[in-house]
């Protein structure tokens, strides 16, 4: 990731900020707060604006369910029943702004997260940059033969040196082609004074999907996690879940309490289905299960197996 | 409007926070920041965290546009035309929080407005206020003989006096019966330690739906705008129309260029039909226009006439 | 539940309706279309339109998994896969319509599902029927002492018949002024004909919360599951639950597999924490455990005994 | 546009079906239910699904408004009614469902529309078609000089003709690069036995963004409006504007009342800001006015005078 000197400047000029506020704060998030944290070869996420913290799910659970809050003893233990029982709207009381910038191909797989609020780059307005995502060597994974949606190995040695080469000439290309249509360059400048460009929004199209794009994304806590906890998933594409990762992260500075609950009840849980409770309960009897008096299908019992670790009942 | 004891310490602590933040801040708003102002006869709306400012509109309006922002040298001039052309994402990147107490039958019409989040006072945890909405005299207006949901002329003396008792009377003795039924007063002591209560859950359905309710209630700056377009128009009911008057001032507090452009394009603006328009056209070219040559209804007809203040050309 | 001579005609002639369409449809559920199954003692619950079946979802799936579905060989295990992996959108391409007549009170919990479009009977144009939700002796339960949101025990002889006469006389009272206020009785005659009465949007404020109102309240598939995932479980207030287990049946007639599918995996499944996966596997090596080592609080743990049916471990 | 054998025959049989119903049915609009209509160059726009008809607007809005509505004495005026006044929940009670073939630049403005449920073919899982938009000769607009985001002249001979070629030869070239690096062809086949393929997800980094992909697209009627005020509107991009006709055009089969008073609210109306207002009362009276005293940008004043057709007041 390199950053444009005004881009530098203006980050700078952010940090510097030194404001009073009536407004709860979050010193640890303030620490990194306009930074511009690398993701993937030339991306990087940056949370720049954040309303709440712990506290403030706290203080609207209290409102909702007046004095019966009491009981509860401590923000850590409300937090907890809240995150256990799917108790959504206090955790909606937060929200945080990021700027980020990631491939196109990425984009579309993120946007399919409709509860935010998004202002993208726009490519009929203005010229987009001359950057383009290329996999490392150990990113370039052949297809999964048992997954439709997975990766398998990692790609050797020449096939992969092939790949980054038609990944990087294909990109330079159209990318090249794109500024002849234009009748501009990158930087802004004309190419030929006689010629007319083609119009921004016609010329996009010829670019790959593995350009960089950028965006303001803004969402409440709740529907970040609902985005974390599948995109920063193992099953995610490797090159989103950069991104969740950073995210994940600067969600552990920004709400530190609510951020261990979902690790517990939703990160590292498991759900279990009403046949699924069967076996389970059987298994913890110590009595016989096998896969075809559960009722699970294969792939069924074998994500159950796996959630708890008995390898040796895996089925083939 | 009182506050409880245990209220105003709350508000005075958190108006006594004096927090470092880099992000941005609005003094103004900072001033009112917590504060309870009053609505109606017991309720408020306190404004208690926001996010973002007029610059941040511009900030996410110069993202998306890029280059393309630099004609438009004003930040004025910038969210004037985002307004004017309904460019909708660039408001939703700041965010608001108020703390509401109205009444229940008020809270019925504001919750329509779904994109919003809300935590509502629970009347299944806890028991509720014992408040409830009695209106001034000069708002007890009769039912409008002409539009189904307005209202008249103001009742006159023995009536209206009669319509206050009788609305005092019955919040007053479903109130009364409610705390019966729940063997708890509104201060939580229990009424006869022999008895069981009702069901908190259950009791609350005697309840009329002039009692006092309270919320947290979280927008992005466009849905205040939709929300206040409706609400602080002067078809809306009296009693919600309080509460918009006040989000309203603190709209101008927090982002005064962007209610500046509000109240010029979306309040104060008319919109005008394509039938309506041919007729605007012709009287502007001094041509003779009726309306049953427009094709307009006469409803149409008179909210077009009156929209352009030509009073003499209203057809009775 | 009693209705209207209007209604019942409107919906014998809703019923008469035989129209051709290329459109799937559902013949167990047009069987019940249009009709109005009652709820609680005046409410009603009628499915008033449709759109898609359970080949809807599996057609939607296909076209974004392309060839890759077609290693999932039948409907059923492809509509089971997507529900157990938590993939959404699928079940958003069918659509329900729903006419339901329910108490204010029950509404209010209600509209807190955002995700869904709503009409409600206005009492600023209209006036309400006089219809009030009473409980049936069975269902007057008193305060849980453990739970603060639940029902204990039965409310006994004597004091159940004082509530339910509190709750009767305070209904029809308050409604009976509403009458007086408006000048106007339940059937829109007129009272005292020398008298304005009381705008209606007034007025309303004197009835009590288990006033019947009614709604068209339409959603997708998606959404009514989450729905019916909170409203159908047994934490759910007895009232909303009423309404949830009708509309649960009628799910099973509109999306037979979809139904199958919900209930195994949501309904009847369990979600256990990363904590709690450790004690599972330990309860599964028939290894030691206690609470005090699990790191869970003592409502977690007893929450994830009766999960699993362990009774004998609960704690008190 | 071609469809493959298999798709002509899945429409095929789609359209023979003849089921029977009680709910309304629209025959214009099944005319051409499930027919694929041509949009671009290999695109298409198919009605897949609908739910309500005009009539259903008319009954929800009665439902809400109960005995007030029946002042308004036919159907179309109450939905003209409904239109003019911003009622949106009656026209959320319709719902409809497409099946859209699309270049994937035009994919990524519509889905900034967030109210749809969208199910769009997955490149993760499945190779995508061969096919890319190139406009034609007529379509090939250079940049406007005057808007950043719009089209100015055609562009000529030599000119055209090369950048129809740059995009033709990117295209396909990166196509066939793609093909090399899944190892697997357009129609599945493998190219070389002894190598594995990249997968999937990374192999579409590689493809142009004029790529064609395709989505089922479901909304409702006032989303559906919503959507194609901005995109039928002559700012839209020519190549979205292509699906809004087609849509706009099915919009009047399906409910051609609303379609009726949208077309002269929505789409020919004009909205006038309160600065607009008063330019627009003085000129009725005859008196003069001017851009300078009316507080009016000259982007405004002209955009106000071509509204009322005013050329000879345009100001260059």
Redesign the interface.
Known sequence: MKLTKEQSQEIKS????????????VPEL?KI??EAIPALDHGFVRVV????DDT?IV???R???????K?VSTDS?LI??LM?H?HS??F??C?I?Y?IKL???I??QW??H??A??????A????LDKEF?L?TPE??????VSN??????I?EGN?AKK?LE??KD??E??YS?YE???NQRYD?STIDEN????????A???????TYT???W?T?LLNLMNFLR?RADHHA?YEIRVYADIMLNSLKKWVPITYEAF???R???????????TV??K??K?ENVSMDSSGL?K??WN?LML????KEKLIK
């Open positions: 952010q940090q510097l900020q030194n404001n009073k506020t009536k407004r709860v704060t303030e707060l306009y604006d954040y309303m709440g403030s203080q609207s659970a409102v909702s369910y007046g004095k019966g809050t009981q233990g907890k029943y256990r799917w709207t206090p909606e009381m929200e702004k700027h491939p196109i191909f984009a579309r946007i399919r409709r509860t609020n998004v202002n993208e780059y726009s009929r307005y203005s010229i995502y996999p990113n370039l994974a052949a297809q999964s439709r949606q997975g990766r398998g190995d790609l096939q790949v038609l990944l294909d990109a290309r159209t082609n002849k249509m234009l802004g010629k007319k460009g083609l119009a921004r929004e016609l996009r199209m010829n670019l790959t999907l593995n950028q965006w303001y803004k409440d599948l594409q690790m517990d009840y990160v590292g849980g498991t759900e279990v289905s009403a046949k699924g409770k389970i309960k298994l913890i110590g299908s792939r069924e994500e959630a708890f670790e008995l």
